[in-house]
């Protein structure tokens, strides 16, 4: 297939590299110079602007930091520039009423359009293990799967237009909650004068336990091995997590959701960040809730 991908960063790089490995005609356009080369080094054709990207594509991917910078290079340089026939796969993470507007201008200028944010960091994408959370018409999921299947391991259909993004944020904001309750139970414990491993067996059996405690746990040398055990150093940053914690609360909003927890977890993410933790994994902000850490 003749694919344009558009946004070669952290993430796109490595999807775009894969979608050439797999013998896909990569048509890559990005706004930095060095992610151009290293596309280009990794099989993709650079392609001088986005609009040039388009030109004759099957497929346009693209994979950027957020909603503003979607609407814009789809606003500027996809729609009318590629035929109405290629599938539109928005992998970024994005908020969804962005995402909807921008599927609605899509469908209305005649193409199909997905909005297909993923779960999984760097080495996901760089390994092709993704999973993809996709939101579209069943007809729009069905062209899309065969592309994303080369970029990951999972391909998930979670509704219509705004779906996936829906489905991501909401997903990261319970595991923000669930991440900062366990490092408050992990604190307090040690507190209480119990050993962590101790509680850690206890509780990960008991009703307290969840995917944070049992397959993260944010205390080094105790359970699995996970970002705690490197000086919290790779994983999921907190940066991120804010970003999508921030996200679900406007959705909320915009939902007239109640979401005191979500709103929590965004609070102290947001002072973890401001404190220079941004770069950490997002199990970090144990070393900020317990107050012998120092930033
Ligand atoms: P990044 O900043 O490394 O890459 C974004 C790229 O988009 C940059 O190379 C930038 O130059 C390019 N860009 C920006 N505006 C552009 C424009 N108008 N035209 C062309 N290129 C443009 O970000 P990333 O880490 O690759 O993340 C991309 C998306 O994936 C984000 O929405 C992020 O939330 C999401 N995501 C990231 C991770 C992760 O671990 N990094 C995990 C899951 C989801």
């Known amino acids: 297939m003749r694919i344009a991908f558009i946004g070669l960063g952290n993430m796109g790089g490595g999807m775009a590299a894969n979608l050439a490995k797999a013998g896909h005609e990569v048509r890559a356009f990005d706004l930095s110079e060095a992610a ?12 001088a602007d986005a609009a040039a990207a388009v030109e004759g594509a099957e497929a346009v991917v693209t994979m950027l930091p957020a909603g503003r910078h979607v609407a814009e290079v789809y ?17 970024s993470t994005i908020d969804v009423a962005t995402a909807r507007a921008v599927e609605e201008e899509a469908r209305a200028a005649g193409y199909e359009m997905v909005d297909a944010p993923v779960s999984g960091g760097i080495a996901a994408a760089e390994g092709g293990t993704l999973t993809f959370m996709v939101g579209g018409s069943s007809a729009g999921f069905e062209r899309a799967r065969p592309i994303l299947e080369q970029m990951g391991k999972a391909v998930i259909h979670a509704g219509g237009s705004g779906s996936g993004q829906a489905a991501k944020i909401v997903n990261n904001m319970l595991l923000g909650v669930t991440m900062a ?109 317990d107050d012998s850490w120092t930033p």
Do not use: H
């Not at 606003?75 to 992998?91: E, M, N, T």
């Open 36 to 47: 151009l080369a290293k596309a280009e080094e990794r099989g993709c054709s650079r392609i």
């Open 75 to 91: 606003r500027a340089s996809v729609f009318g520039k590629a035929p109405v026939s290629a599938i539109l796969l928005d992998c």
């Open 181 to 289: 309750g366990t490092c408050e139970a992990f604190v307090l414990a040690q507190k209480l004068g119990l050993d962590p491993q101790v509680f850690f067996d206890i509780s990960s059996k008991a009703s307290g336990q969840s995917w944070s405690m049992t397959s993260y746990c944010p205390v080094p040398g105790v359970g699995p091995e996970t970002p705690a055990d490197r000086g919290y150093d790779g994983g999921f940053a907190a940066q991120l997590m804010l970003k999508d914690l921030k996200l679900a609360m406007e959705a909320a909003q915009a939902a007239n959701a109640y979401t005191p927890m979500g709103g929590g977890a965004e609070e102290l993410y947001e002072r973890f960040v401001q404190r220079g933790g941004g770069g950490k994994d997002f199990s970090a902000i144990i070393k900020m809730i």
